[in-house]
């Protein structure tokens, strides 16, 4: 009889899962306006100073073409070839301006939702990004940092969702929002979560992702909606 209460009571947890939605914010251009730079030097000398995450994507994926790379990440492999290329100002959080409509949102934590900060930046900026987010009033205890290195959100955000699978065969999470100023991400996240065959078995009937795409008109900051 203890044995099947025990059983019961953990089926019971297993039932009432806390944790239904997850936020996963992007950090730059979606929490704060950063200057970083990316200064670059080809094999041939040729310098360049990428100042948005524009021009860096746009050299980035115009060296790759070049190079005849089709990595999603391009840099490593860019190295290797000869380029140097340098991330510092990556490693810190420099002269940010918070976007607040944003991070309004953010420091309000729902209970039934998990917060991520899920950046392309190397993995030594997480600390000056967890203290950032406590120097503008956001408890970063409550929130979880993953750095991808510049490899996929879409794989690391599918990765999410299988983690915890309840009896009935289908995943804890039924809600996503994404923060992101990049469309490369907001495509590569869409074509994972939305057209995934491996996913679908697992999605609650009621999933929902939605994205949040902060885009910058002037000074001023809008988010725009995209659903599956
Ligand atoms: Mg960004």
Same mark, same amino acid.
């Given at each position: ?157 599918? /990765?999410?969702?299988?983690?915890? =699978?309840? &009896? *009935?065969?289908?995943?804890? !999470? ?6 992101? @100023? $990049? ?12 057209? /995934?065959?491996?996913?679908?078995? =697992?999605? &609650? *009937?009621?999933?929902?992702? !939605? ?6 008109? @002037? $000074? ?9």
């Amino acid at each position: 009889m203890k044995l099947l209460m025990e059983n019961w009571r953990q089926f019971i947890n297993e039932m009432e899962e806390p944790i239904t939605t997850l936020r996963i914010f992007d950090f730059d251009e979606t929490i704060a306006h950063t200057q970083s730079e990316t200064r670059v030097t080809a094999p041939d000398g040729s310098t360049d100073v990428l100042r948005n995450q524009k021009e860096f994507e746009q050299y980035m994926n115009t060296a790759a073409e070049r190079e005849g790379i089709n990595a999603f990440d391009p840099i490593d492999q860019l190295v290797e070839l000869g380029y140097k290329i340098d991330l510092s100002d990556f490693s810190i959080v420099k002269d940010p301006s918070e976007i607040t409509l944003v991070t309004d949102i953010m420091r309000n934590f729902p209970g039934d939702s998990k917060t991520y900060i899920v950046t392309a930046r190397r993995g030594n900026s997480i600390g000056p990004i967890l203290e950032y987010l406590d120097e503008i009033g956001i408890d970063s205890n409550q929130v979880r940092p993953i750095a991808t290195e510049g490899e996929s959100k879409g794989d690391t955000i599918a /990765n999410m969702i299988a983690q915890k =699978i309840m &009896p *009935d065969g289908k995943s804890n !999470i039924r809600r996503i929002e994404y923060y992101e @100023d $990049s469309q490369r991400n907001i495509d590569d996240v869409l074509q994972k979560i939305c057209q /995934n065959e491996n996913l679908d078995r =697992i999605k &609650p *009937d009621d999933f929902e992702l !939605i994205v949040y795409k902060v885009s910058r008109i @002037d $000074s001023d900051y809008n988010l725009e909606e995209i659903t599956c």
